[in-house]
């Protein structure tokens, strides 16, 4: 199985803030990797495909890079609505597995 | 707007089985997408169960392999997980998800493994 391992696991930060959360994959995967949101008793959201592609309906305020191991998302102008928990994932090999999740909190 | 709508009984009995359905609106099961099922322990992260075609075609995590299958009902528009087995260990909501790339989700089902 490919692993995904997030850093940080939390961080805290304030509103206005530009945030960026890292995912490294245990082998390459080209650009299939995902980024979702999640909040507390809720689905998680799917924000960010292949790497850097927006969801439709997703602020630009999130932006995905990366490519082969190395992936991260940023999240700029940190509003208090984007508290929330953040995982990446894999689908370039079954089974597919997430990140270990990243929890923004307020500073 | 594709929406999904897990269901199902929310207590099993360890040594059971868990049986799930999800079904779909806004899109069709016979479509040309995988469809998911997910799940997350009680204060844990993500777990991939596995996916289902239309054609039957399933892919599983290893992890569960001899416990799972999964199959399509086109008729009702609806795809079904069932988890032969459980023990307390499976105890966690679990979401059903559209692919590509997961980007459609229902809201999710706790089913708790408890005798």
């Known amino acids: 199985d490919i692993q995904m391992t997030q850093s940080p696991s939390s961080l805290s930060a304030s509103v206005g803030d530009r945030v960026t959360i890292t995912c490294r994959a245990s082998?390459?995967?080209?650009?299939?990797l995902a980024w979702f949101q999640q909040k507390p008793g809720k689905a998680p959201k799917s924000l960010i495909y292949?790497?850097?592609r927006l969801q439709s309906g997703v602020p630009s305020k999130f932006s995905g890079s990366g490519s082969g191991t190395d992936f991260t998302l940023t999240i700029s102008n940190l509003q208090p609505e984007d508290f929330a928990t953040y995982y990446c994932q894999q689908y370039k090999t079954n089974p597919l597995t997430f990140g270990g999740g990243t929890k923004v909190e307020i500073k | 707007q594709v929406q999904l709508q897990e269901s199902g009984p929310g207590l099993v009995k360890p040594s059971g089985t868990l049986s799930l359905t999800c079904t779909v609106s806004g899109d069709s099961v016979s479509d040309s997408n995988w469809w998911n099922w997910v799940r997350q322990s009680p204060g844990k992260g993500l777990e991939w169960i596995g996916e289902?075609?239309?054609?039957?075609?399933?892919n599983y995590n290893p992890s569960l392999m001899g416990r799972v299958s999964m199959s399509v009902d086109k008729s009702k528009n609806q795809f079904s997980l069932s988890l032969t087995s459980v023990t307390a260990a499976d105890t966690a909501v679990y979401y059903c998800a559209r692919d590509p790339d997961l980007e459609f989700w229902g809201q999710g089902i706790l089913v708790t493994v408890s005798s």
């Open positions: 289902v075609y239309h054609s039957g075609s399933t």
């Open positions: 292949a790497a850097s």
């Open positions: 082998q390459g995967i080209s650009t299939d």
